[in-house]
């Protein structure tokens, strides 16, 4: 019992230093979705030449999604006609590449995790580009998804931009919690020789190169997506897995059990094994080169911390950070609570996840009793269908 309250205080810390991250992330996402428009950048990524991976990599950066919410966008996309490699780098670059994952990486592991995202990621979007464009897939076409009938009428405000970020940060509540929670747990129920049993550690290229493979087979089994998976990839940092495998750890949020099984409905089982091959590749390369990059600038971390304990309340610059988040936090609920909820609008609520959608972008669309209901991905449209008919 001793180590589980152990577990569950690391996870407290680890919490509350990354606080002011979570909401500072979350809340410029919110403005960035809100306040740019993406209907005509959309429009033009029927391609896969250079410029036009280019912007569906910074139009993904700058919409934010949770991992099951990123691979429904990507899917809508392809079956609006958009290019399939170019909407697949959308979906890498709206988890990989958003600014909050950037913040907590750089709380809970160092600055260098933080340049790494976006380094690694660049390489990612590059060996996707190259590898994608081979495979064949078969287009199918929208079930009467009424999206092309909706025409937003007025101009986002912050408090659409608040509605993004509670609906963001609503959807990837539970990945969050149990990221935090397996994450301390894991720092003190699973011994430090086990893990270093599990990664190869002092056999330099051998070393390094098991850890960028194995990684992602963490993130596969271990369920957490999104800005959930940072803090076990420090909890794994901090058990001995190399930087480059902390790396591909962290982009392998994609390959997670439960979005495996949702490509295989998306795209049938034998395109879902070449794509969860590749995916896999570009996550373990990625992870390769970043670290080689790192190594030959000698810029690569040796401190090994899970959670900074000099975090304490009135002790350091966190405590007044989080302040500052939690007011932040006050004013953005409140302007979530007073944003418009008429039918003209051009955002509506996800019933299950909690989601924010724009509804010109909305996944999956449905009708009940005279209501339309929008959705961020076709699974929350089935689960509302269930609850309705149950």
């Known amino acids: 019992m001793a180590k589980i309250g152990n577990g569950l205080q690391d996870s407290w810390w680890m919490f509350f230093d990354t606080f002011w991250a979570l909401v500072l ?3 410029i996402s919110g403005a960035i979705q809100a306040f740019t428009s993406r209907e005509k ?15 569906a990599s910074l139009l993904g950066a700058i919409s934010s999604s949770c991992s099951y919410a990123a691979s429904a966008i990507a899917k809508s996309l392809i079956d609006k006609g958009a290019d399939f490699t170019t909407a697949i780098v959308f979906m890498f670059a709206s988890t990989n590449l958003v600014f909050e994952l950037g913040l907590v990486m750089w709380t809970l592991l160092g600055w260098q995790f933080a340049v790494a995202e976006f380094i690694g990621g660049a390489i990612m979007i590059a060996l996707l580009t190259v590898a994608l464009p081979r495979l064949k897939i078969q287009r199918r076409p929208r079930p009467l998804q009424m999206a092309s009938e909706i025409s937003p009428t007025t101009r986002s405000t912050w408090r659409d931009a608040a509605g993004f970020t509670v609906g963001d940060l609503t959807m ?3 990945e969050l919690a149990i990221g935090f929670l397996v994450a301390g747990l894991a720092d003190t129920l699973i011994p430090i020789s086990w893990w270093h049993h599990l990664f190869l550690s002092d056999h330099g290229l051998l070393s390094t190169i098991e850890n960028v493979v194995l990684g992602p087979f963490i993130a596969f089994i271990s369920f957490v997506c999104s800005v959930g998976n940072v803090p076990l990839a420090a909890a794994l940092w901090n058990s ?5 495998g902390t790396i591909s750890f962290i982009f392998a949020d994609l390959v997670a059990l439960p979005l495996v099984l949702i490509y295989r409905k998306f795209y049938g089982a034998k395109l879902t094994v070449k794509l969860v091959a590749i995916f896999w590749f ?11 990059i790192f190594s030959v600038l000698n810029l690569l971390p040796t401190k090994r911390t899970l959670v900074p304990h000099a975090s304490r309340i009135g002790n350091n610059f966190t405590s007044w950070l989080n302040l ?8 953005i609920f409140w302007l979530y609570l007073t ?3 008429a039918e003209d609008s051009p955002y509506a609520k996800d019933p299950i996840c909690g989601m924010q959608v724009e509804k010109a972008m909305a996944a999956a669309i449905f009708e009940h009793e005279g209501t339309r209901y929008y959705f961020c991905a076709p699974s929350c449209m089935e689960s509302f269908k269930n609850s309705i008919s149950a």
Do not use: Q, Y
């Open 240 to 244: 001995g897995i190399s930087f480059g």
């Open 282 to 292: 570009t996550m373990s390369i990625s992870g390769f080169l970043t670290e080689r």
């Open 339 to 341: 944003r418009s909820k």
């Open 41 to 55: 950048a959309l429009a033009t990524l029927g391609n896969h030449k250079p410029k036009t991976v280019a912007r």
């Open 172 to 174: 990837v509540r539970f």
């Open 324 to 331: 500052f988040a939690l007011a932040l936090s006050a004013i």
């Open 25 to 27: 992330g979350f809340t």
